[in-house]
């Protein structure tokens, strides 16, 4: 019996450090956040500015990443998901809300629709890619994700109504702003009804563990070999001592995560790298104007492509990381979770602060190509 007990893992301040600071090659990165704050108290070229803050919060991102999947490893796939999706959008959400206050509205609309398309397209893809390297399929929750494909297919209408409204009335502009305001809060309050069918009246169903599959070996083994193999692993099993059957779950081969965090040292390292991702974007959204006055870089490629990059560094490091992992609802909780948290609680909210700043231009209405 005693063989069993396992002794409790002791988490130690240095090893707590030592964990989120050298857990990832990429953290080698966070000297720009030094050299980022100083170039902007220092007058430097503003282009210079943007680049370093531009790779600062690439870092940061994944530490918040890491924080979040620390968490995750205590209270499960769906809150933990919920939660990686909440703070990876902190970056957008700070990015819009400093750009909002500096009146770069085109900044805002773009960077949002952007990381919905990357979150979907490119750490969707990259998440179902690298999961199949190893595996020959992989399962995931079917009805959390009909859910998300509803509600995303929702948004997807609520965003069109004012910019069809304003395509196919008279009116022009009269009107746009108070029908994307009406707009903004029944989202947000679908948002709502959301995390409470998420996380009370269903929360069995979002937590219902999906199957997993073993990884595929490397070596190539006939299929007579295989059902061979098979026969004499369930014989050697049923012929236990005790006639006891232990099978071994293909997750059992590898090794069983462990938190490397305590919740206080996740909570940390969450608040520190959030305030740092706020100074860094402050200091890049200011310096976008000198970026795009050069007439090589417009403001919606910025917004639309490259902001994008750094808001979704977070969700795309943690949900390809945990596909390689088999762990399939956790990967589509990140990457879905954050473009559909983006369309119905970002996006309305930054109508709603317009709305609350007077900047009427803030609003639904999206040109064409957006």
């Given at each position: 019996m005693e063989d069993d007990v396992k002794p409790k893992q002791k988490l130690t301040l240095m090893g707590q450090l030592r964990a989120t600071l050298l857990g990832s090659w990429i953290n080698i990165l966070l000297i720009a956040v030094p050299v980022g704050i100083a170039l902007h108290y220092t007058g430097a070229n503003p282009i210079a500015v943007f680049v370093v803050n531009f790779i600062a919060i690439i870092p940061l991102a994944a530490m918040l990443s890491y924080a979040t999947e620390e968490i995750a490893l205590r209270v499960g796939e769906t809150l933990g998901g919920l939660l990686n999706a909440t703070f990876g959008n902190a970056v957008e959400l700070i990015v819009s809300i400093l750009a909002l206050v500096q009146g770069k509205v085109l900044i805002v609309q773009t960077s949002l629709i952007g990381s919905m398309l990357?979150?979907?397209?490119?750490?969707?893809g990259m998440c179902f890619f690298f999961g199949g390297l190893n595996r020959v399929e992989q399962y995931f929750n079917v009805t959390v994700a009909q859910t998300a494909a509803s509600l995303l297919a929702l948004c997807v209408g609520s965003l069109i109504i004012p910019t069809a409204f304003h395509s196919f009335s008279s009116a022009g502009n009269v009107g746009v702003a108070q029908i994307s305001r009406g707009t903004a809060v029944i989202l947000l309050v679908v948002y709502g009804a959301y995390l409470f069918f998420q996380l009370k009246t269903h929360s069995d169903m979002y937590n219902e563990p999906s199957q997993k599959v073993a990884k595929r070996k490397q070596t190539k083994v006939k299929e007579g070999e295989t059902i061979s193999a098979l026969a004499r692993m369930g014989g050697h099993a049923a012929a236990h001592v005790g006639g006891e059957v232990q099978q071994k779950s293909p997750m059992q081969d590898e090794e069983a995560e462990t938190p490397q965090l305590s919740v206080i040292g996740a909570v940390l390292t969450l608040a520190i790298s959030t305030t740092l991702v706020a100074l860094c974007a402050e200091y890049?959204?200011?310096?976008?104007?000198?970026?795009?006055?050069?007439?090589?870089?417009?403001?919606?490629?910025?917004?639309?492509?490259?902001?994008?990059i750094v808001g979704n560094a977070a969700e795309h490091a943690t949900?390809?990381?945990?596909?390689?992992?088999?762990?399939?609802?956790?990967?589509?909780?990140?990457?879905v979770g954050s473009s559909m948290q983006i369309a119905l609680l970002v996006l309305p909210f930054m109508v709603v602060l317009g709305w609350i700043l007077g900047n009427d231009s803030m609003t639904l209405y999206f040109d064409g190509f957006q």
């Open positions: 990357s979150n979907l397209l490119l750490v969707m890049m959204v200011s310096s976008i104007n000198a970026l795009t006055t050069t007439g090589g870089i417009s403001e919606t490629f910025v917004g639309l492509i490259l902001l994008p949900a390809v990381t945990v596909a390689i992992k088999d762990k399939m609802d956790l990967s589509i909780g990140v990457a």
